[in-house]
């Protein structure tokens, strides 16, 4: 069977619960559980064993230094016109930008199509429907989100398992970074 694989860096307690503290006030709208809280870094997909356990090993090769990234923001995304999900946004990070750049490449060196979009950091805090109310009361009341540094001394490979409830992520390889 095929694992449905992505990279993503943890965020830490508390932040997860600076997150948690925004997931109020918009009717309709799914917010994301604690356990689900994180930041992609590249959406792999379904990749069968033996392209899984390479991709396992070549994100071995990426090792940066540990670096700092805080929250900075909320936002949306779109599908089809319509609001689609509720995120929070990232100070901009040169460290974390190489961090998904080296994780690309493990990715293609281990064989993995090259992702053509651009990465656009950010932490999913709901999904929404078309009976979702409208998000701008939302937006205004949580824009100014920050959030003290945090130190990022990991990543992590998760395989999603896709269900009725919402999507489980389960943490499958954890990178540790330079020490
Ligand atoms: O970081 P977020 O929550 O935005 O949306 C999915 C989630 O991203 C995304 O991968 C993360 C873990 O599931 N995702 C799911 N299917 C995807 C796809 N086909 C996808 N990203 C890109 N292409």
């Not at 948690?20 to 064993?49: K, N, P, S, V």
């Not at 493990?106 to 409208?134: D, K, M, V, Y």
Request: proline share 8%; net charge neutral.
């Amino acid at each position: 069977m095929p694992h449905r694989l992505f990279v993503a860096i943890r965020p830490p307690e508390q932040i997860r619960d600076a997150l948690i503290d925004t997931m109020e006030g918009l009717e309709g709208a799914r917010w994301q559980g604690e356990d689900q809280l994180h930041l992609t870094l590249r959406f792999i997909g379904e990749a069968e064993a033996p392209l899984a356990n390479d991709i396992a090993e070549s994100l071995c090769t990426v090792r940066p230094a540990p670096f700092a990234l805080s929250l900075k923001g909320v936002g949306h995304f779109e599908r089809r016109g319509r609001p689609h999900s509720l995120w929070a946004g990232l100070s901009p990070s040169r460290n974390l930008l190489d961090l998904a750049d080296r994780v690309e490449k493990a990715c293609r060196r281990a064989g993995c199509t090259p992702e053509t979009r651009r990465f656009a950091p950010h932490i999913t805090i709901a999904r929404l429907n078309s009976s979702t109310e409208p998000i701008g009361g939302w937006i205004a009341n949580h824009g100014d989100l920050r959030s003290d540094p945090w130190p990022v001394d990991a990543f992590i490979l998760y395989e999603s398992h896709l269900g009725a409830g919402g999507s489980l992520y389960e943490p499958v390889v954890r990178y540790q970074l330079k020490s």
